[in-house]
Structure formats: structure tokens, C-alpha cells
């Protein structure tokens, strides 16, 4: 089977500082890629400080974010997988 990559984005409003963004998604079966774009251009600037992922005794997985910006503003959240490598 092929490898397929799947992309999803959101747009997110967050405050200046650092926020903890959780992606439940609940499998973990794939490669997951994120990130954090300033949706304008020129506004701001995002990055992601650290990113960490648990499992729980169901083997949910979710991804947990800790998402720094400069200022309030709004933000495209992607994500990327790749599913039959």
C-alpha cells in the first residue's frame, strides 16, 4: 500500500504568552507532524515551545502543545499525517 498524507488546519485566537493546545485525535498508529502559522501576515510570531504526546490505558493517544506568541492575534493550527507507511 502507498503511503497517503492527510492535512487538517484550524484557525485559533490566542492571547500573547504561552497556552497548552491538546489534539486528542486518539490513535497513534501514524506519523503526526504540527504546527503554528500567524494567520496574517506580518502580526506576530508563534512557535511551538514544546510538544509532548500520552498514551492512556485505552491507548488514546493525544499530542499536548505548549504554544508560544508575541501578541493577541489569530493562528492557523496544521496538521499533517501519514497513513500506510
Same mark, same amino acid.
Given at each position: 500500500m502507498a503511503p497517503t498524507t492527510n492535512h487538517r488546519w484550524f484557525d +485559533?485566537?490566542?492571547a500573547a504568552g504561552t497556552e497548552l493546545w491538546t489534539w *486528542?485525535? *486518539?490513535e497513534h498508529e501514524h506519523y503526526w *507532524?504540527?504546527?503554528v502559522?500567524?494567520?496574517?501576515a506580518n502580526t506576530t510570531i508563534a512557535?511551538? +515551545?514544546q510538544h509532548s504526546t500520552g498514551i492512556d490505558g485505552n491507548r488514546v493517544?493525544?499530542?499536548y502543545l505548549n504554544v508560544e506568541v508575541s501578541a493577541n492575534s489569530t493562528f492557523r493550527f496544521s496538521t499533517i499525517w501519514v497513513s500506510g507507511a
Open positions: +485559533v485566537f490566542q *486528542g485525535i *486518539g *507532524g504540527f504546527s502559522r500567524p494567520f496574517l512557535q511551538i +515551545v493517544s493525544t499530542d
